[in-house]
T-cell receptor
Framework: RKEVEQDPGPFNVPEGATVAFNCTYSNSASQSFFWYRQDCRKEPKLLMSVYSSGNEDGRFTAQLNRASQYISLLIRDSKLSDSATYLCVVKTGGTSYGKLTFGQGTILTVHP | DAGVTQSPTHLIKTRGQQVTLRCSPKSGHDTVSWYQQALGQGPQFIFQYYEEEERQRGNFPDRFSGHQFPNYSSELNVNALLLGDSALYLC???????????????FGPGTRLTVL
């Protein structure tokens, strides 16, 4: 079983749509959780952290369920510029250092 | 405020050769991690350096080695290159951080390595 598993996608949605990505992780000792966005042939960029209390950043809402080891990302009112690969990321390791474990990514295409 | 920088941008090598990739972390960051990203896959953790020592290592052979310098910059060395080493190599920098709100890592643009 992969440490971090995501919806395989791809997702093709019209502008203005709401789209949700799901992710599960296997290591219950995981400490921190993130969504990164990666454009074609570019580096991953931090989109947002995911907290147990849930958090929102504009059109983006992230949720974490530690009991189910489940992470989600909701994008409302999709824009063309949201087209990218979305990576679910989990941090494990010591208190001072830690490695990031990435899901394989879900490709989102927003069309006019 | 400069972000994470990497050099070179692209590199072409042949099987059996050795390669060195370089990374300068974001200003104020002291921890450097290296990742390998094959086409169509998420990045895979290679190792992490803090205080000039390798602190964690992923499932990569000893052909992959690294170094961190006193100014926190880092190198990734790969010996005896294989065709399968062709990938995007990403460097990420961070500050130590624990708990749910800690340990955000910021990535450089990567070095695209092609092994022929």
């Amino acid at each position: 079983r992969k440490e971090v598993e995501q919806d395989p996608g791809p997702f093709n949605v019209p502008e203005g749509a709401t789209v949700a990505f799901n992710c599960t992780y296997s290591n219950s000792a995981s400490q921190s959780f993130f969504w990164y966005r990666q454009d074609c042939r570019k580096e991953p960029k931090l989109l947002m952290s995911v907290y147990s209390s849930g958090n929102e950043d504009g059109r983006f809402t992230a949720q974490l369920n530690r009991a189910s080891q489940y992470i989600s990302l909701l994008i409302r009112d999709s824009k063309l510029s949201d087209s990218a690969t979305y990576l679910c990321v989990v941090k494990t390791g010591g208190t001072s250092y830690g490695k990031l474990t990435f899901g394989q990514g879900t490709i989102l295409t927003v069309h006019p | 405020d400069a972000g994470v920088t990497q050099s070179p941008t692209h590199l072409i090598k042949t099987r059996g050769q050795q390669v060195t990739l370089r990374c300068s972390p974001k200003s104020g960051h002291d921890t450097v991690s290296w990742y390998q990203q094959a086409l169509g896959q998420g990045p895979q953790f290679i190792f992490q350096y803090y205080e000039e020592e390798e602190r964690q290592r992923g499932n990569f052979p000893d052909r992959f080695s690294g170094h961190q310098f006193p100014n926190y910059s880092s190198e990734l060395n790969v010996n005896a290159l294989l065709l399968g080493d062709s990938a995007l190599y990403l460097c990420a920098s961070s500050l130590p951080g624990s708990g749910e709100r800690g340990g955000k890592q910021f990535f450089g643009p990567g070095t695209r390595l092609t092994v022929l």
